[in-house]
Every structure is written in C-alpha cells, then in structure tokens.
C-alpha cells in the first residue's frame, strides 16, 4: 500500500510539473489595444511554481514580474514606462492550451481601467 501512494505521488507530481514545463520556450505575443496592436517575441521558463521571462517588443525588453504558474494557469506583471510619463502596469492571466495561451491583460492608465485580451502561439 505504501510503494502505491508513493507511485501516485511520483505520477502527479510529474504530471503537474511536465504541464508547467510545456510553457518553456518562446512564444509570438499579440493584443489590441487603445493604441493599435502590440506584439513581441517572448521567452518563458518555469521553474516549478515560478513563472520568469522576458517580452521583446523590438528594440524594448520587458521582463515577467511576480510570475506564477498552477496546472495550465499562468499569472504576471509587466511594466513599461509611458512615453508621457510614469508607469503602465499590466497584470497578465492566460491559459496554456498546447502550443498557444490566450489570455487578458488589466491595466489602468489616466484613472480609466482597461481589460484586453491577449494570445500567444509557440514558435516552432
């Protein structure tokens, strides 16, 4: 009975670890916005939990901040300064679905709040 639990542990958590590790890689990021589309190469490593990588919107790299990911979940900050002043900030959610993650962005910017959805897909 023991070496059977031990088994199912061993199975599960290989499980939740080799779905996390398919974000590895990189990834063409794209959303609309107020300001037109936005896309960017990006690079996403897990490392158990953790969630790190870099968005290149060409010739400017934003790095993934306080990222996480759980199952096929994945949450980050990404900073950019504004061109008029101060810090936009996103707060990034999406979903791991094989080889593409669709997702929505929250951010605020002059008091109004905004929700944009957002996609990646690997590049192969």
């Known amino acids: 009975m023991r070496n059977l639990v031990i088994i199912a542990v061993l199975?599960?958590?290989?499980?939740?670890?080799?779905a996390q590790a398919s974000v590895d890689g990189n990834w063409n990021f794209a959303m609309d916005?107020?300001?037109g589309q936005v896309s960017a190469r990006v690079t996403l490593k897990a490392e158990g939990n953790k969630l790190t990588g870099t968005f290149d919107l060409g010739g400017r790299t934003l790095a993934v901040e306080d990222g996480s990911i759980d199952g096929n979940i994945l949450?980050?900050?990404l900073r950019r300064d504004r061109p008029t002043g101060g810090v936009m900030v996103y707060d990034m959610a999406g979903k791991l679905d094989g080889d593409t993650i669709a997702?929505?962005?929250r951010a605020s910017m002059d008091g109004q709040e905004f929700e944009l959805p957002w996609s990646m897909s690997r590049v192969k």
Do not use: I, L, P
């Open 103 to 105: 997702g929505t962005a």
């Open 11 to 18: 199975s599960v958590a290989a499980a939740v670890g080799s």
């Open 33 to 35: 916005s107020q300001m």
């Open 75 to 77: 949450k980050f900050v």
